[in-house]
């Protein structure tokens, strides 16, 4: 077939311009073209990480490149966001967001980013509630019992938490807020010493997540008093809220996907479709319910209004305690 003189200058213009007006487009489109990487700010094998694992393998799956999942803990979790937020707007860097990034905007003084300017929202994952603990001898089996036996003995209640401004703490030092009690703030080293000084009485109460408590709950070696999640948590149907004592409590801890600004909205959207379909996915959801999750879609503006209302939650909550990052 012959192909008339007219036709043919179209085709070798379209051709020539391509390299031009198109590389870019068609980069995106063959997105992902190479292996990704979803970096966390976290240390290798607690459940962020695992939470990471999770969906790159099922991305890695789905887009038929590798998701790689790169740990860089530092600075509360800055170093890992710094380093996604100075990545190339290509989709190749990702980052996996917690509630770390919302609580560290009022936590730290100086940041070197804006967090939420400068990340894009992707999607979320889920969320992880946690529960308030107490050591059995404790003379309290509810949150209304343990308010009244904190205000007759002010001062005299410690509570335990992962370290200064993590979920466990905030969490805390939220309940302190709305209850108004006098609780005394025990920091550790990660959730793991802190329940075990719980056990041994050395602490009187904590929020860890539930992965970190059910165990102890279950043995009966620790008393879970209330979640902090607005519903009751699947792991603990029995377990009523805080928010059924002190109205309009919620806390929980909750995961999702971000990437460096101007990312092209065509491979946000890429990812987001099926990250999306990974959190409804049965078997997906099944493991994220090993580290105590529930399934958190949103889109990405969703997701967006997700972090800067939890970044501006967090931030009375640690400017109402004094907390500074040490």
Not at 50 to 72: C, M, N
Not at 83 to 96: K, Q
Not at 269 to 291: C, M, N, P, Y
Request: proline share 7%; glycine share 8%.
């Amino acid at each position: 077939m012959k192909i008339v003189r007219r036709e043919f200058l179209q085709l070798a213009g379209a051709t020539a311009a391509w390299p031009l007006a198109s590389r870019a487009a068609w980069a995106q489109r063959s997105y992902p073209a190479r292996p990704v990487r979803i970096i966390t700010g976290y240390a290798a094998g607690g459940a962020t990480d695992i939470t990471a694992r999770l969906i790159g393998q099922w991305l890695t799956e789905r887009l038929g490149q590798t998701f790689i999942v790169e740990s860089r803990p530092g600075a509360g979790t800055n170093l890992g966001a710094e380093a996604v937020i100075n990545a190339p707007a290509d989709g190749y860097t990702l980052l996996l967001v917690s509630p770390a990034n919302a609580i560290n905007a009022t936590l730290y003084e100086k940041l070197n980013f804006n967090f939420i300017r400068d990340v894009t929202p992707v999607a979320g994952l889920i969320s992880v509630p946690l529960v308030m603990l107490v050591n059995p001898s404790l003379p309290v089996k509810t949150v209304a019992e343990f308010i009244a036996y904190a205000k007759a003995n002010p001062g005299k209640l410690n509570m335990g938490s992962g370290g200064t401004g993590v979920p466990s703490h905030v969490a805390g030092e939220l309940f302190k807020m709305m209850a108004k009690v006098n609780l005394t703030h025990i920091p550790y080293r990660g959730e793991a010493p802190a329940v075990t000084d719980l056990i041994g009485g050395q602490v009187q109460v904590a929020f860890p997540t539930i992965v970190s408590a059910l165990e102890h709950v279950k043995a009966g070696t620790l008393r879970a008093l209330a979640v902090t999640s607005a519903a009751r948590a699947p792991a603990l149907p029995n377990v009523p809220t805080v928010a059924d004592t002190v109205p309009n409590y919620e806390a929980s801890s909750w995961f999702g996907i971000g990437a460096p600004k101007n990312t092209p909205a065509d491979i946000i959207e890429t990812l987001h479709r099926e990250i999306d379909s990974g959190v409804a996915d049965s078997k997906l959801q099944a493991r994220f319910a090993e580290l105590g999750g529930t399934p958190m879609p949103m889109t990405p503006a969703q997701f967006g209004k997700h972090i800067a209302a939890e970044t501006e939650k967090w931030g009375e909550v640690v400017k109402f305690s004094g907390a500074k990052a040490v």
